[in-house]
């Protein structure tokens, strides 16, 4: 009987392969099932069910849209449960018809009542009626089911609303809430047909009434994208005889050699399947955030706060970004990038406005953003601020990010096959910035580790640029794609002016983001040499951090496994092992033979660390030698720069006892707090000092002639001839940190990682002052500061000294004395 099936659909099949009208696969599909429900009804149901019996289609098959394979769903429509032996034997006898025939039937017998119970453990039964319509039977009992379910489904409609909300957020969460699958389910993954029904779905609860439940048609806009999931759904059913919803990687080829397929390659056909998806997949979420958000008496209350973050260009309502005078976008085109750097501040989105609005200007903003602008600092500012992955994604979809960057727009759903990758490009590289994005609220130990180093990491702007551009080089199909990538970013960072420095970082990170991962793979971690290679490719401690969070960020977007445990391992072990390398190198890396252009700089440059010419631009490295020239008339010279919320001090003196203290004490009795320093040393007895501060009273920024001021005290305190001690003595203590956030001071001795100097490194809760009284402590104890590194994570201070005492390493009493003495300071 089964041929049954086979001989309706195999000419069925030949037209659809020839015409790609999936439409009249459906109706065809559905009237031949019909007949077989309707024919079986006849021979076997009707002559023992006269009456009390009716047979309901629902599901696909009530919609009237199967598909060459789908099962076929029925509600037995009774009166009472059949009791009788013949009325059973004809039931079973009615449903084998069915299989004998090659349907998959579903059945469940319900009574009216039944049907207009709310089954909690089994709603899905109360959402398939919603498509319920009469096939064979009692009409007469349909029609009485038919305004009792309408009161019914009205009265309970909120609680099934919210329910098929539960059930489509589960299911998008199985597929890590992303259209952008190489391999997509079209039936379960987001933006597929399960997202298309539950529109109509809840199209129909909005417009139910007591007396009838509407139809629910979709709008006319996804009337394209549900043109092709229907067609893509019909060749996989006729491509594998069976109920197949997985567009395989050789499904998608297999496609593009189709008659229909009219010469489209299998890479067209995705590229228009994710663009259709996205159209369903957005829609659904928009609408399931309606259906939260009524009936929530606190969120309402929350989102009517949130409206007053409103400003001069943007308004907020429900959660969503307008645009106050729509006419700018005609007049100023960036107050685009600005709508979203109001996304990155607040955690919003733009409206279905807005991004309308952005639509009807993406041919215009194309060619503004193709002349070469200074639209770094936007960018930058987007880049650092708390919900940047929500405001690229939010620019990805409204076309803005390809617009921006014609580099990006290359790898827009774009597949590139492999076993391993899930996603397209462009949705790793937004998964692996919105995995970043997500480490500080990691409850997992191992990623708690890069959590606390991702907030080291001051300046995320450069990290976050080579995220979004490490892969551009895919879409050119270049050999490398890494150098492409390289390129690439450079093309587009010159393009919207970011400053070189920032551009070279970008350029050698991208150049380096398969390092880490390569030696996790190939090398021995416990192995020296694989430190020191590792640090030599690295260079710094700044750029081992960076590379090691895109490392992470990167592995983790590949799929949902790919992190393992053993790889967050490997890669913890191997930032620790590099980081060891290059603290080591602080110290012993000098620069022996500088090349200078001229001896008095060469002369500045001998001895310093290596560190210091990898830290450092070419024209930062001029600026400190002016420094050092002016230093050596008079002793000392100062330069003070703002930078966005924070002030950068350098410096050039003659070293001498104390000098780190006095000018740390200077800092702080100013009321200033340390963020970082650094301290090097030359051949010559010349110290270079950087720190980077903040100014919470604002006296620099309130007070302009403070500035000045505030560059004698420091100069004076270098020169000795101010007591820092007094200076502090003024400075009230700040508020202690609550019992529960208190960190226990640590201070660990090394005379292993340096040949010349024992490495000292304090972990301690930040306070005014802390450095001046660790670094006055060790002076006071006889020893040399030879190499120092300042960070604050928080309030937590990570401080490491290289030190000596007469010019050697630390002897053990010396340390061990020393060592109570800094873990007094560090809990005074």
Known sequence: MAKQLSSATDPLRQEFLSSGDAGRVLAARTAFVEDVVIGAWQQYLAPQFPAGLAVLAVGGFGRRELFPHSDVDLVLLVTGEPRSQPGRDALSAFLRNLWDNGLRASHSVRTPGECCQLHAQNLELNISLLDVRYLA???????????????????????????????????????????????????????????????????????????????????????????????????????SGRDQNLLTFDAQEALAEQPFAAGRDAAAWMRDYFQQARSIYRAAVRRMEEVESQGSSLFAQFRDWRSRLSNADFSVSRERIYFKAPALLEQDPAIVLRLFEFAARHGLRPSLDSERRIAERLPQLRQWFGERRPLWPLLRSILSLPYAALALRAMHEAGVLGALFPEWAR??????????????????????????????????????????????????????AALLFHDTGKGAGAVSHVAESARLAAQALDRIQAPSGVRAQVCRLIER??????????????????????????????????????????????????????????????????????????????????????????????????????????????????????????????????????????????????????????????????????????????????????????????????????????????????????????????????????????????????????????????????????????????????????????????????VTIGGHKLWPEHMAALREKLLEVCQK
């Open 411 to 464: 790898i827009e759903s774009l597949v590139v096959r492999d076993f391993y990758h899930r996603y397209t490009v462009d949705e790793h590289t937004l998964v692996s910035i919105e995995t970043l994005a997500a480490l500080p609220q990691a409850s997992d130990p191992m990623r708690r580790r890069f959590a606390a180093l991702l907030e080291e990491v001051d300046e995320r702007s450069s990290l976050l």
């Open 513 to 802: 983001h398969l390092d880490l991962s390569a030696v996790m793979h190939t090398r021995d971690l416990e192995e020296p040499a694989t430190a020191r290679y590792v640090a030599e490719r690295v260079g710094t401690l700044e750029e081992l951090k960076h590379l090691t969070l895109m490392t992470y960020a990167d592995i983790s977007a590949v799929n949902p496994s790919a992190m393992t445990p053993w790889r967050l391992e490997q890669l913890w072990r191997l930032y620790v092992v590099t980081h060891r390398e290059l603290t080591c190198e602080l110290d012993t890396d000098r620069v022996e033979y500088p090349q200078a252009d001229s001896p008095e700089k060469a002369q500045f440059l001998e001895g310093l660390p290596v560190r210091y010419l990898r830290t450092h631009t070419a024209e930062e490295i001029d600026q400190d030698f002016e420094l050092y020239q002016r230093a050596l008339e008079r002793g000392v010279a100062v330069a003070v720069a703002r930078r966005n919320n924070l002030y950068l001090l350098r410096l050039a003196a003659r070293d001498r006892p104390f000098l780190l203290a006095s000018i740390a004490g200077a800092l702080a009795g100013f009321g200033m707090n340390i963020i970082k320093a650094e301290a090097f040393g030359n051949r010559h007895g010349m110290v270079l000092d950087s720190f980077v501060f903040e100014d919470p009273n604002r006296t620099l920024e309130l007070n302009p002639s403070e500035m000045d001021r505030f560059r004698i005290t420091v100069e004076r305190a270098v020169l000795g001839k101010l007591d820092v001690r007094q200076l502090l003595s003024r400075r009230r203590s700040p508020s202690p940190f609550s019992r529960r956030s208190r960190l226990r001071p640590a201070v660990t001795f090394n005379s292993e990682a340096s040949p010349n100097a024992t490495l000292i490194e304090v972990v301690a809760e930040d306070r005014p002052g802390l450095l001046y009284d660790l670094a006055h402590t060790i002076s006071s104890a006889g020893c040399n500061i030879e190499v120092v590194l300042i960070d604050t994570e928080a309030h937590k201070a990570l401080d490491v000294f290289y």
């Open 137 to 239: 039977g009692e009409q007469e009992l349909f029609e009485k089911l038919r305004p009792r379910l309408a009161r019914f489904v009205h009265a309970e409609r909120q609680t099934l609303a919210r329910h098929l909300c539960r059930l489509a957020r589960r299911r998008h969460a199985r597929f890590q809430d992303t259209i952008y699958h190489l391999e997509p389910n079209l039936k379960e993954t987001p933006g597929g047909l399960r997202d298309l029904q539950l529109l109509r779905w809840l199209e129909r609860l909005r417009g139910t009434t007591r007396e009838h439940i509407p139809q629910g048609a979709l709008p006319p806009e996804l009337a394209p994208a549900r043109n092709l999931l229907w067609t893509l759904r019909c060749f996989l059913h006729f491509l």
